[in-house]
């Protein structure tokens, strides 16, 4: 059966690897989320390099069919979001593979195309706790 990772729990791990509080790291992918949910609100396309790009698509309108009664039904056109997997991430969900090296490469990176001072380097004992 596969594991589902809360927020909380994202939260505590990035914390961890980082060595921040995790009242900060709560507040970065709190902020995070929110800017991709406003852009794809919008209908704007959103690409995280080697990660993935979430996109808005319209689903055409249809007949579709009642499960219990059979009775066919109008299905309205609506908007949804896709993700489409990068490359990296591909790589690694098929191999299982994510080295430390790999790790911190790519929140050095994700924090350059933020603008945003490299992060420090993983803490060397324990958790990180913090608000």
Not at 46 to 64: C, N, Q
């Amino acid at each position: 059966m596969p594991v589902t990772m809360t927020k909380r729990e994202l939260v505590i791990r990035v914390a961890n690897n980082l060595g921040m509080t995790q009242s900060d790291i709560a507040k970065i992918i709190e902020g995070t989320f929110d800017a991709i949910s406003e852009a794809l609100a919008e209908g704007h396309r959103w690409e995280l390099r080697d990660f993935g790009v979430f996109e808005v698509k319209t689903r055409a309108s249809r007949i579709g069919r009642n499960p219990r009664t059979g009775d066919q039904v109008p299905v309205p056109e609506r908007r949804v979001v896709t993700f489409r997997p990068g490359k990296k991430m591909k790589e690694m969900v098929a191999t299982g593979d994510l080295t430390i090296a790999q790790a911190a490469e790519a929140a050095e990176r994700a924090a350059s195309e933020a603008g945003l001072p490299a992060p420090s380097p993983p803490a060397a004992t324990g958790p990180v706790t913090g608000g």
